[in-house]
């Protein structure tokens, strides 16, 4: 789908977040003229008159025969392919696209490294582009990360490095390096099911040139193993962690704390980045010193500071219970407030439930939607020191009375923020008010081309 098929075509965007906005303001670029209807919630109404009067704006939500009215839509992201009346829609003729599609259509010459995976893309896509920039290559850096690639329609990179979430996977055409840097259950309610959402993810092999895949996965492995331009990292052959050191095969190459993000998943998010930068023909060896000066993403285990004689670390991102171990992890033997819980997709919590059997932290505070859900099953398996509270506000004071002055506050939900909050960095800077911190709006450092 390129901008020219539009041209003349019965056409509809769906959704008013910032991938709506970006994808209305370039069909007005590309397409002048060309009429559009905008389908947007109730409270976004005046807004989006306001910035395209041109725009037929719909307040309700399109059901199969509206959408089946219009030759092409522009969807969201976060609007699930799976719905039943876009279904619908699509077996009667209508052509759903999307801004990450359009782009790659106009940019088919580019060079392009897409990243993916349940968790570490989006800091191992900042990871790459600054990597990249240290070594004087003009990169552009967009996508899922937190800038929809059609604001940069008309921007020109000798690298382009793209986060794609597992709802854009499928939209890429022409990568030149596909990423994947984890593969784990997750967002189960867009995709309908673990095996659909696994497939969806991995779309992005198919169209990729090449491939780099983490080999600590081997369920990943074998998925990508019929990849003609199949490359790995995490393996000892290849850039991985070992004895405290950050490797090339046999060979070290700077020592895995020198990365400013915490953790040993950040020491392995560097080593695909590295990975990535060799296989694109870049000398990684000479980028690796520049890991240390890499401002780490807001509401990724980001250390707040201390308050009340506890430290703070958000890391409001954190979707899944896999990532809360994670988080855990990088506090070592740490007096620990671990807050869980949000909106209730489904997921699995048992190897989370496992692993406090094991060894629980001081204190494992369950708030939210799933919050119940969780204590109950944490309860169950006999895990020490659960707590329960309503709310996020609730949940720090349950945190501050357990640690008594003492240790250490994690948030990592291992759940979405949709039960009490607009998005996961919503709930980040909510938790830094409570925690008695500045809740200035958190900035992505090195968005867009530079």
Known sequence: MRWADLVGRRVAVWGFGREGRAALNALARHVPGQP????????????????????????????????????????????????????????????????????????????????????????????????????????????????????????????????????????????????????????????????????????????????????????????????????????????????????????????????????????????????????????ARAAAPAVSSFVPLPHRLQPLGKRDGLDWINDSISTTPLASLAALETVGGARAALIVGGHDRGLDWTPFVEAMRIHAPEAIVCQGRNGPRIADALEDAG???????????????????ALRGDGVVVLSPGAPSFDQFRDYAERGQRFAELAGFESDAAHIQGLGVG
């Open 383 to 401: 895990v020490p020191n659960v707590y329960r509270a309503l709310d996020l506000a609730a949940a720090v004071g349950a945190a501050r009375d």
């Open 36 to 283: 559009v209807d905008l389908y947007c919630a109730a409270d976004e109404v005046d807004a989006a008159r306001s910035a395209f009067p041109a725009a037929r704006v719909r307040d309700v939500a399109p059901d199969a025969d509206a959408l089946a009215g219009y030759d092409i839509v522009i969807k969201s992201p976060g609007i699930s392919a799976y719905k039943p009346e876009l279904l619908d829609a699509q077996a009667r003729g209508t052509c759903f696209t999307s801004g990450t599609a359009l782009w790659f259509a106009a940019h088919e010459m580019a060079n392009t490294i897409a990243v993916t995976g349940t968790k570490g893309k989006s800091t191992t896509s900042a990871l790459i582009a600054h990597l990249a920039r240290s070594l004087g290559v003009r990169t552009g850096l967009a996508g899922n990360i937190g800038l929809p690639l059609l604001e940069l329609d008309d921007a020109t990179a000798d690298l382009w490095v793209i986060e794609l979430s597992s709802f854009q996977t499928g939209d890429a055409s022409g990568v030149s390096l596909g990423v994947v840097t984890s593969l784990y259950e997750e967002h189960l309610d867009w995709h309908g099911s673990r095996e659909r959402y696994v497939d969806d993810k991995l779309k992005l092999l198919s169209s990729s040139a090449a491939v780099l895949v983490n080999a600590m996965q081997p369920a990943l492995l074998v998925r990508a193993a019929d990849h003609p331009g199949l490359h790995t990292f995490g393996d000892t052959a290849h850039w991985h962690v070992a004895d405290g050191w950050i490797r090339r095969g046999d060979e070290n190459i700077i020592r895995a704390d020198r990365v400013s993000a915490p953790g040993l998943h950040n020491a392995i998010n560097a080593c695909a980045a590295l990975a990535a930068l060799e296989i694109s023909g870049l000398d």
